[in-house]
């Protein structure tokens, strides 16, 4: 009787936690809040931030002379672009009276205005104007202790986080298909992640998940390549399609904890920019852009790319499930078919700068 039970039951557990949603309900679920979630000190959440160039914005969501309120890294945030086209990022609140200036504020040519008393800022925090005032005090005229560099790439707005002040450390890689005409716009896909960075990215080389989570028939072997900043996945698998078995590649690659990108070659072309940014430190936001030539080579290549990113979302919303309640564990217990987790940890060690010649685990 329980074996024949056992073969009744889907081998992916949480497919219980979403078989009952309609599509509608799905995408409401992929940003709602989770009642009654513990906090993040409570989940042992409660650690450092990685340090790295981190996703703000699509390029399209900021218009010349528009500012937007942000909140990421546990902070508000105000990101404007000036009338010559530039993006600036500062702490939100004015250094006079702690207004929010994303909230009411205006962009003055090239310079943040605030609606409190329309002090105006530069993208260093310098006040250039005090306009009832007859000088600027001195101290006003040195930038800010805390910058945010940015820069835009892929059609997006990068923005540098570290929490000592650090400059950047290396670049945000431009991808030529991001702005290449005969590849298509961004297909976006969003979540609200109530977890941390970290647990998001271990998923990568956890090779047991895929088959207890995802309902994969083996646990994926890849080679793994280690270097520096930058960490790669190569996966070579086989499709069986109606014209017989053809080749595939899935390339992952990870510089620093904010970029993330994978390209599926072969039978299809996809590639996927995973924008990712802790907003807390027990919340993620993600957003998953795709992109394909607009003329994949067949009609099955085209619904290939398709089923591949069906895939990756599916796989994502089976993620969630566990991330949105998961602990993280400073000393996990791992077996020999876990996959290189600890190797992992020693790699993402390295972006948290207040762990620096300290030992945590």
């Known amino acids: 009787m329980a074996d024949d039970a056992a073969t009744i039951l889907s081998p992916v557990a949480v497919a219980t936690a979403l078989s009952e949603m309609s599509r509608e309900e799905r995408l409401r679920w992929r940003m709602a809040d989770v009642p009654g979630r513990p ?25 010349v002379g528009q500012l937007r309120p942000l909140r990421y890294f546990g902070s508000d945030l105000v990101v404007w672009r000036g009338e010559d086209g530039t993006v600036h990022m500062l702490d939100a609140h ?17 310079l943040l205005e605030c609606p409190f008393h329309a002090w105006r800022y530069d993208g260093e925090g310098v006040v250039h104007e005090i306009p009832y005032a007859e000088r600027v005090p001195p101290r006003l005229t040195r930038p800010c202790d805390r910058q945010w560099p940015v820069v835009e790439a892929n059609r997006l707005i990068w923005f540098w986080y570290h929490p000592h002040g650090a400059a950047p450390m290396w670049d945000v890689e431009v991808f030529p298909e991001a702005t290449n005409p005969d590849w298509t716009d961004y297909e976006i896909h969003e979540w609200r992640v109530f977890g941390s960075l970290q647990n998001m990215a271990e998923n990568a080389v956890d090779v047991a998940h895929f088959h207890y989570v995802h309902g994969t028939a083996t646990f994926p072997t890849s080679e793994m390549i280690w270097d520096g900043v930058l960490r790669t996945s ?48 027990d919340e993620v936001r993600v957003r998953f852009c795709f992109t394909q030539p607009r003329n994949q080579a067949s009609p099955i290549a085209a619904m290939m790319a398709q089923g591949f990113i069906h895939e990756v979302c599916r796989q994502l919303d089976q993620d969630k499930v566990i991330w949105d309640r998961q ?35």
């Open 327 to 361: 602990r993280y564990l400073d000393k996990p217990i791992i077996c020999d078919g876990d996959g290189p987790i600890l190797r992992f940890r020693q790699y993402y060690r390295q972006f948290y700068a207040e762990w620096a010649g300290a030992r945590k685990e």
């Open 94 to 110: 004015c250094r006079h009276l702690g207004a929010h200036m994303g909230h009411g504020g205006r962009v003055s040519g090239n």
């Open 234 to 281: 190569i996966i070579d698998a086989g499709l069986d399609t109606p014209q017989g078995r053809m080749e595939a590649r899935v390339y992952s690659k990870m510089i620093g904890p904010g970029q993330s990108s994978t390209r599926f070659t072969g039978i299809a072309e996809t590639l996927l920019i995973a924008a990712v940014t802790p907003v807390e430190k």
């Open 39 to 63: 906090s993040a000190a409570d989940r042992n959440l409660d650690i450092p931030f990685p340090f790295g160039w981190f996703p703000a914005l699509l390029s399209e969501e900021l218009a």
